[in-house]
């Protein structure tokens, strides 16, 4: 198997251990990282064995694909620069600040044939994937992803940051459109919306509420599904899913309860995404999350967003008529 040429932009918190992992993958070679902060990026090349660079066009004459994973607002400049270089990227979620910038996105990998893929890591959680084989018509999900609070992802609110997880994988695993989106939100600590919560009712009677808040004393990242003689429930952080089947008694008129929990802890969720990148980037496939999932979940992330802000735009003008 050829050695597949790849580097890394962005070497801050999430773009080092991309760094790492691509650097200990058999047949690929980690040439270089890119960082506007030149000291940040020798120390991660350092590490990493590769060279280090604060120039983005050197790197794409070197690299055949390249993580992308700086802060949103420079997510379609520089995804747009590596796929006209003929590159094939993996985009940090979420995908871009805008649907007009991730229409141009797509429409720029598929004019250079060009493997576009979305990080949104939870899709390769372990017990995500394991309970896929386990769905059939979901009727309602619950999902709580809540964090203490870190400086971090703070350049995006809370929607943009936590809940577009659960966003994509819901809308993966409801075959219907939505019909109604129901919001509140509101900024805590950040300028942004810091804790939120929305109710997204698809055309097929299915419901998905879905809460996040990233100031909270605790973390959670669960989600709960419930389909007609099933629950399951999926715990994010320990890579653990729990199916929940009631079976007939022949002892007795009502079922029992078969109750199945799998535990994948020892599985490394950023190394299955970036395995499953470099193997598309090698059989020229679709990547599991597309620039289309990317965009998907990021059309109704920016929806629940407009909500909100709207929301606490009337809450504020009815405030100032009652004073």
Same mark, same amino acid.
């Given at each position: 198997?050829?050695?597949?040429?790849?580097?890394?932009?962005?070497?801050? #918190?999430?773009?080092?251990?991309?760094?790492?992992? #691509?650097?200990?993958?058999?047949?690929?070679?980690?040439?270089?990282?890119?960082?506007?902060? #030149?000291?940040?990026?020798?120390?991660?090349? %350092?590490?990493?064995?590769?060279?280090?660079?604060?120039?983005?066009?050197?790197?794409?004459?070197?690299?055949?694909?390249?993580?992308?994973?700086?802060?949103?607002?420079?997510?379609?400049?520089?995804?747009?620069?590596?796929?006209?270089?003929?590159?094939?990227?993996?985009?940090?979620?979420?995908?871009?600040?805008?649907?007009?910038?991730?229409?141009?996105?797509?429409?720029?990998?598929?004019?250079?044939?060009?493997?576009?893929?979305?990080?949104?890591?939870?899709?390769?959680?372990?017990?995500?994937?394991?309970?896929?084989?386990?769905?059939?018509?979901?009727?309602?999900?619950?999902?709580?992803?809540?964090?203490?609070?870190?400086?971090?992802?703070?350049?995006?609110?809370?929607?943009?940051?936590?809940?577009?997880?659960?966003?994509?994988?819901?809308?993966?695993?409801?075959?219907?459109?939505? %019909?109604?989106?129901?919001?509140?939100?509101?900024?805590?600590?950040?300028?942004?919306?810091?804790?939120?919560?929305?109710?997204?009712?698809?055309?097929?009677?299915?419901?998905?509420?879905?809460?996040?808040?990233?100031?909270?004393?605790?973390?959670?990242?669960?989600?709960?599904?419930?389909?007609?003689?099933?629950?399951?429930?999926?715990?994010?952080?320990?890579?653990?899913?729990?199916?929940?089947?009631?079976?007939?008694?022949?002892?007795?008129?009502?079922?029992?309860?078969?109750?199945?929990?799998?535990?994948?802890?020892?599985?490394?969720?950023?190394?299955?995404?970036?395995?499953?990148?470099?193997?598309?980037?090698?059989?020229?496939?679709?990547?599991?999350?597309?620039?289309?999932?990317?965009?998907?979940?990021?059309?109704?992330?920016?929806?629940?967003?407009?909500?909100?802000?709207?929301?606490?735009?009337?809450?504020? %003008?009815?405030?100032?008529?009652?004073?």
């Amino acid at each position: 198997m050829s050695t597949l040429k790849v580097g890394v932009i962005g070497v801050g #918190y999430l773009g080092r251990f991309h760094a790492q992992k #691509y650097q200990a993958m058999e047949d690929v070679d980690l040439v270089a990282v890119v960082d506007t902060d #030149y000291s940040t990026a020798q120390r991660v090349a %350092e590490e990493c064995q590769c060279d280090a660079l604060n120039d983005i066009d050197t790197l794409l004459t070197k690299v055949d694909a390249v993580s992308i994973v700086v802060p949103t607002s420079f997510h379609h400049q520089v995804a747009k620069q590596c796929l006209q270089a003929g590159i094939d990227v993996l985009v940090e979620k979420p995908f871009t600040v805008t649907l007009e910038e991730a229409d141009e996105l797509i429409a720029l990998a598929a004019e250079n044939k060009r493997v576009l893929q979305v990080g949104h890591l939870e899709r390769f959680n372990p017990a995500v994937i394991a309970m896929q084989p386990l769905l059939n018509n979901p009727l309602f999900i619950e999902a709580h992803r809540i964090s203490v609070f870190k400086d971090r992802g703070t350049d995006v609110d809370v929607v943009l940051d936590l809940m577009i997880h659960d966003i994509d994988i819901i809308l993966s695993v409801v075959n219907a459109p939505i %019909e109604t989106i129901h919001t509140v939100g509101s900024p805590v600590i950040t300028k942004t919306t810091d804790i939120a919560n929305a109710r997204i009712i698809f055309a097929n009677g299915c419901t998905a509420n879905v809460t996040v808040s990233r100031i909270s004393l605790d973390n959670m990242r669960r989600m709960r599904i419930f389909q007609p003689g099933r629950y399951m429930s999926v715990d994010f952080g320990k890579k653990e899913v729990m199916s929940v089947e009631l079976k007939d008694n022949a002892q007795s008129p009502f079922p029992l309860p078969d109750i199945k929990k799998h535990g994948f802890s020892e599985q490394d969720i950023l190394e299955l995404e970036l395995t499953d990148f470099i193997k598309h980037v090698r059989q020229r496939t679709r990547p599991l999350v597309s620039g289309e999932e990317g965009r998907r979940a990021l059309e109704v992330a920016l929806e629940v967003v407009k909500q909100i802000t709207e929301n606490r735009k009337k809450v504020s %003008e009815s405030l100032g008529n009652a004073i």
